[in-house]
């Protein structure tokens, strides 16, 4: 009982702090392609899978997910984006429940030290990315309202992905990597969010 309490205390607040932090996008005006870059708003997800395992972690990750949705539908207007039914429901799955709810398998080499940490980390957010790339493919692509300013990859809709969703990406993959490094050296941070033992993830 006071594990249980103790990791939904702590899943409570690792949720809180990502959602803080999705807030602060210091980097959204100078992306080439649109995006935003936040700060390591997914890296307190992706700590609280390595401590605790995925199947708490993608518990924490998918309400995450459904804080994201509600976002884009209340700051980016989501539902004015002209999308049809079939277009939106795939955009609310891959751009959000599914790009944001596989961040909870950042704790798959949890117990392989810091190149478990890293690994399990670029693993999840390769997987945001991918999630991200096929609704650019398959969903805004086919809409033909945002090729308008990239006319020099408007016919190759996978480039456009791409670029689009690299933009933004690669730069959270890169951050996220150096902030989960610099937590792993750390003796004391290590130590607080060291993987808790199997006994704790039954």
Not at 72 to 98: P, S
Request: glycine share 10%; net charge positive; proline share 3%.
């Amino acid at each position: 009982m006071k594990n249980t309490t103790k990791m939904l205390v702590e899943g409570a607040m690792m949720l809180a702090l990502a959602i803080v932090l999705s807030l602060i996008t210091p980097f959204q005006k100078i992306l080439p392609f649109g995006g935003s870059i936040t700060l390591v708003s997914m890296l307190p997800i992706c700590l609280f899978s390595i401590k605790y395992g995925i199947g708490k972690g993608l518990g924490v990750s998918f309400v995450f997910s459904l804080f994201q949705l509600a976002q884009g539908i209340i700051k980016e207007g989501l539902f004015g984006w002209g999308l049809t039914a079939g277009m939106l429901v795939a955009c609310i799955l891959f751009d959000y429940i599914i790009a944001y709810t596989v961040l909870g398998l950042a704790g798959l080499f949890r117990q392989k030290g810091l190149g478990g940490w890293i690994g399990g980390v670029v693993f999840a957010l390769l997987l945001r990315f991918i999630s991200h790339f096929i609704s650019g493919v398959y969903v805004f692509a086919s809409t033909g309202k945002i090729w308008d300013d990239l006319d020099f990859i408007a016919d190759n809709k996978y480039i456009y992905s791409a670029a689009y969703n690299g933009a933004y990406m690669v730069p959270e993959i890169v951050l996220t990597v150096i902030v989960t490094v610099i937590l792993f050296k750390i003796p004391q941070m290590r130590k607080l969010i060291a993987p808790e033992t199997k006994e704790a993830d039954s």
